[in-house]
C-alpha cells in the first residue's frame, strides 16, 4: 500500500501565502506524477497544478503565477507554494500521486486525506 501524508493547510488573510506539502510512503518502486487538486463546498474536485518525475510541472490558468509546484524525488514529497491567496483558492486539497507499487508497470493512483486551505479575513 501506498500512504500519502499532507501538511501545511490553514487559514490564512487575502494576500497570504501557505505551503503545502505532501509525502509519500509505503510500496513504491516508481512514482510518476505528483499533484494537487482542489475541492470547494458544492463544486467538483479540480486540478491545481502537477509535475512528473522529470520536472515538467503543469498549474492551471486560474493559479498560474501565484502557485508554484515543486518534486523532491528522494524524498518523495510534492510541495505547492501558494502566494497572493484569494478567498476563492479556500478548498480541501488533496495531494495525488501515479505510482507503480511493485515495478511489474502497472500505475494506480493514490490520495492523501486533504488539507483546509481558508482565505479570509
Known amino acids: 500500500q501506498v500512504q500519502l501524508v499532507e501538511s501545511g493547510g490553514g487559514l490564512v488573510p487575502p494576500g497570504g501565502s501557505l505551503r503545502l506539502s505532501c509525502a509519500a510512503s509505503?510500496?513504491?518502486?516508481?512514482?510518476?506524477?505528483m499533484g494537487w487538486y482542489r475541492q470547494a463546498p458544492g463544486k467538483q474536485r479540480e486540478l491545481v497544478a502537477d509535475?512528473?518525475?522529470?520536472?515538467?510541472?503543469t498549474v492551471v490558468d486560474s493559479v498560474k503565477g501565484r502557485f508554484t509546484i515543486s518534486r523532491d524525488n528522494a524524498k518523495n514529497t510534492v510541495y505547492l507554494q501558494m502566494n497572493s491567496l484569494k478567498p476563492e483558492d479556500t478548498a480541501v486539497y488533496y495531494c495525488?500521486?501515479?505510482?507503480?507499487?511493485?515495478?511489474?508497470?502497472?500505475?494506480?493512483?493514490?490520495w492523501g486525506q486533504g488539507t483546509q486551505v481558508t482565505v479570509s479575513s
Open positions: 509505503g510500496s513504491i518502486f516508481r512514482i510518476y506524477s
Open positions: 495525488n500521486a501515479i505510482v507503480d507499487p511493485s515495478g511489474r508497470g502497472y500505475r494506480y493512483a493514490y
Open positions: 509535475i512528473n518525475s522529470g520536472g515538467t510541472a
